[in-house]
C-alpha cells in the first residue's frame, strides 16, 4: 500500500509578509541574473533550491535536470572554444558547454527564486487586486471540490459542481466570496529580517566577486 | 466543421509539415574559425568578433575574428609571415604560424573551388 | 452581442471564469508533458466558452486573471515560466477574439478558433524557445509544437463545443447575461 504524501509545510510564511517576501524575491532574481559566472549561478540555484524547499513546493530534481541538460544540449549546437570530442558531426566544445550550463542555472534559479517568493496570499494592489481576491477565493473552493469530478460523467459532474459554486437557477444565491476569511498575512519580524539578510548578502557577493 | 474551421485545421498540418521539412533539409554549415594550437582544437563563430590567444612553444599567438575575417594580430614568431598573410573570409582558406605551431583555418558553408581538397599538418 | 466596455464589467462571472481557468491551468500543471514548455491549453477553455459573452474588456480581465493568477498560484510569477505563459495566452487570445468577432458564425465555430489560437500560441512559445531560453538551435521542436498543438487545438474546440451544446448552467449563465 503507498505511504500517503506529507504535507508540506511553508516555513516561511510564518517568517515573512508576503509583499516583504515577493520583493525578497526580486532582490535573489537580481543576484541571479546579473551573475556573470556559471559557477555563481550554479550556486545561486543551489540557493533557490533550498528556499523552495523551505517555502513547501514540491521541487522535482528530474524535472530540474533535464531542463538544465537540454539548454547544455541545444547550446552545443553553437560551438564555442576548445573542443572537447566530436560526436558525429557535432564538435562537443568546452565554451558551448559551459554557456548551457550557466543558461540552464539561471532559468533553473529563476523558477526556484520564484516557488520560493511568490506566496498565495500576496496582495495585488487597487481594483485588480480586489478582483484576484474572488478569484482566488472561487479557485480555492473549485479545488477544495476537485474530488467531485467524475471521469466517466465529466460533463454532469463539471455541471453540477459550477451549479453547487454559481447557482444560475431561479431563486438561488451564490456563496459570494465576500464571506471568505482575508488573506492570512504574518508581519516579517526579526527572524525574517535576519533571514532576508543572510541570503541576499552572501548573494549578492557571489554574483558580483566569483568571476 | 466549418469552412474556416478545416482551413486552420490544414494549415496547422502544413505547418506541422513545414516546419519538418525545414529542420530536416540538408544545410550547409555556419562559417566557423578553427585553431589549432599546443592544447588542441578549439571552434569560434565566424561572425562574432573577438581576440582568441592560441599558445604555442614560442607563446601567445593573438588572433583576432572582426567583420567575418580573421588574421593574425601578433606572433612570437621571428618573421611575422602569418602576420603578412593578411585576412581569410572564405571557407578552407588557412593562416598558419609555422614557429609557433598554430593554425587556423575557416570551415563550414559552401566549399569554394580554390581550396585544396585536404590538408596535412 | 456585447459591446466594447459602454456595459460595467461583471466583476463576480469574470471572477468565476478566472477561478476556472486556474482551476484548468493547475491540473494541466500536473499531467507530464512530452516536451518542454508545451501546454495542453486546459485553462484557455474557460477563455474559449465564453466568447459568446463577455465584452472585450471583461475578456481582457479574464486573460490578465489567468495569467498573473497562473504566476500566483504555481508560484512561477517571476520566473521565465511566466514569460512563456503571458506570450502564448496573450497571442491567442488576440487571434481567437478577433476572429470570433470579424467571422459570420457560419463560416468559423470554436473548433476553428481554437485550432487558430493554438497555431498563435505555439508560434509565439517557439520563437520565446529559440530567442530566450534554447536558442535557434531549438527550432527542431517546431514540428512537434504545431504536430501536438493540431491536436489539442482541435480537442478543446470540441471540448467547448460539446460544453457549450449539453451544458445546462451554462445555458442558463447565457440566458441570463
Same mark, same amino acid.
Given at each position: ?37 556559471w559557477?555563481?549561478?550554479g ?21 530540474f535536470a533535464f531542463l538544465v541538460a537540454s539548454v547544455v544540449v541545444f547550446n552545443l549546437f553553437l ?13 562537443i566544445t568546452e565554451g558551448a558547454f559551459f554557456l548551457g550550463l550557466g543558461k540552464g542555472m539561471t532559468f533553473a ?103 | ?18 516546419? #519538418? ?6 544545410? @550547409?554549415? /555556419?562559417?566557423?574559425?578553427? !585553431?589549432?594550437? *599546443?592544447? +588542441? =582544437? ?23 575574428? #572582426? ?6 594580430? @601578433?606572433? /612570437?614568431?621571428?618573421?611575422? !609571415?602569418?602576420? *603578412?598573410? +593578411? =585576412? ?34 | ?132 531560453v534554447y536558442g535557434?538551435a531549438s ?39
Open positions: 500500500m503507498a505511504k500517503p504524501n506529507r504535507p508540506r509545510t511553508d516555513r516561511l510564511a510564518c517568517l515573512l509578509h508576503p509583499t516583504a517576501r515577493f520583493f525578497w524575491g526580486l532582490a535573489l532574481l537580481a543576484c541571479l541574473v546579473f551573475a556573470a559566472d559557477k555563481a549561478r550556486l545561486l540555484a543551489l540557493l533557490g533550491m533550498g528556499l523552495a524547499l523551505a517555502a513547501g513546493k514540491r521541487v522535482s530534481f528530474g524535472y560551438p564555442v572554444g576548445r573542443v572537447w570530442l566530436t560526436l558525429g558531426p557535432v564538435p534559479g529563476l523558477v526556484f527564486f520564484s516557488l520560493a517568493s511568490i506566496s498565495r496570499d500576496l496582495r495585488l494592489p487597487g481594483r485588480f487586486g480586489a478582483l484576484w481576491g474572488q478569484t482566488f477565493a472561487w479557485y480555492e473552493q473549485l479545488m477544495d471540490q476537485r474530488k467531485a469530478l467524475k471521469p466517466r460523467a465529466l460533463l454532469m459532474s463539471i455541471d453540477r459542481l459550477l451549479e453547487r459554486l454559481y447557482p444560475t437557477r431561479p431563486g438561488t444565491e451564490a456563496d459570494r466570496p465576500a464571506n471568505r476569511k482575508p488573506f492570512a498575512s504574518t508581519k516579517t519580524g526579526f527572524p525574517g529580517w535576519l533571514l532576508m539578510g543572510l541570503t541576499v548578502v552572501p548573494a549578492a557577493l557571489v554574483s558580483v566577486f566569483l568571476r | 466543421m466549418k469552412p474556416l474551421d478545416w482551413f486552420f485545421l490544414v494549415l496547422s498540418l502544413a505547418l506541422t509539415v513545414g516546419t #519538418a521539412w525545414v529542420v530536416l533539409a540538408p544545410t @550547409d554549415a /555556419p562559417l566557423r574559425v578553427e !585553431v589549432q594550437d *599546443a592544447g +588542441g =582544437t578549439s571552434i569560434y563563430p565566424l561572425d562574432e568578433d573577438r581576440t582568441i590567444e592560441a599558445q604555442g612553444p614560442l607563446g601567445i599567438t593573438s588572433i583576432h575574428v #572582426a567583420q567575418n575575417g580573421v588574421f593574425v594580430h @601578433d606572433s /612570437p614568431c621571428t618573421n611575422k !609571415v602569418c602576420i *603578412a598573410m +593578411g =585576412t581569410i573570409r572564405t571557407s578552407g582558406q588557412f593562416v598558419a604560424c609555422l614557429p609557433n605551431r598554430v593554425f587556423v583555418r575557416i570551415t563550414g558553408g559552401a566549399p569554394s573551388p580554390e581550396t585544396p581538397d585536404a590538408g596535412v599538418w | 452581442m456585447p459591446g466594447f466596455g459602454k456595459r460595467p464589467v461583471r466583476t463576480d462571472l469574470v471572477a468565476f471564469f478566472g477561478a476556472l481557468s486556474l482551476f484548468f491551468a493547475t491540473l494541466e500543471y500536473l499531467f507530464p508533458k512530452p516536451i518542454p514548455f508545451f501546454r495542453l491549453g486546459l485553462s484557455n477553455l474557460p477563455l474559449l466558452v465564453s466568447l459568446g459573452f463577455f465584452s472585450f474588456r471583461e475578456q481582457l480581465l479574464l486573460l490578465l486573471l489567468k495569467v498573473v493568477g497562473t504566476g500566483i498560484v504555481n508560484g512561477t510569477l517571476t520566473s521565465y515560466v511566466f514569460l512563456f505563459s503571458t506570450g502564448a495566452t496573450l497571442a491567442s487570445f488576440l487571434v481567437m477574439y478577433g476572429l470570433y468577432r470579424l467571422t459570420p458564425p457560419r463560416l468559423v465555430s470554436l473548433t476553428g478558433i481554437s485550432l487558430a489560437g493554438a497555431i498563435a500560441s505555439n508560434a509565439v512559445q517557439i520563437a520565446l524557445a529559440m530567442g530566450i535557434p527550432g527542431v521542436v517546431a514540428p512537434w509544437y504545431f504536430g501536438l498543438g493540431t491536436f489539442t487545438g482541435w480537442a478543446m474546440g470540441w471540448g467547448a463545443t460539446q460544453f457549450q451544446k449539453h451544458s445546462k448552467w451554462l445555458g442558463r449563465l447565457r440566458g441570463q447575461t
